[in-house]
């Protein structure tokens, strides 16, 4: 079973651009499903960004044309590509595997089995 392990979150100003990270150790996550969740106090977690096992692509509407998620060729990799951000994108950003077969885009917590342990995205 794969484990994950997000890194690169940190304070920014509003309108820089952070990249987070999410390394998969235990298996590659080929032909999984993957997602991007973040969670702020008070609020259910949610989705922002997922790919399918096709890499099929969706996002949030509030990060469309400003995220971008993105695996490394050796499927080990996920990464979230913020830019432009804003002070509503603060949250601890956690990612989220589902195993093949996978090829529908999952964007409700529920349908993930495996999680990272977040990391915090301040923008201010």
């Known amino acids: 079973q794969v484990q994950l392990v997000e890194s690169g979150g940190g304070s920014v100003q509003a309108g820089r651009s952070l990249t987070i990270s999410c390394t998969a150790s235990?298996?590659?996550?080929?032909?999984?499903?993957m997602g991007w969740f973040r969670q702020t106090p008070g609020k259910e977690r949610e989705a922002v960004a997922a790919v399918d096992g096709r890499g099929d692509t969706w996002y949030l509407d509030s990060v469309k044309d400003r995220f971008t998620i993105a695996q490394d060729n050796a499927k080990t990799t996920l990464t979230l590509h913020m830019n432009n951000l804003e002070s509503e994108d603060t949250g601890i950003y956690y990612c989220?595997?589902?195993?093949?077969?996978?090829?529908?885009?999952?964007?409700?917590?529920?349908?993930?089995?495996?999680w990272g342990q977040g990391t915090q995205v301040t923008v201010s």
């Open positions: 235990g298996d590659t996550w080929r032909n999984y499903c």
């Open positions: 989220a595997a589902e195993p093949p077969p996978c090829d529908v885009l999952l964007v409700i917590p529920i349908m993930y089995k495996t």
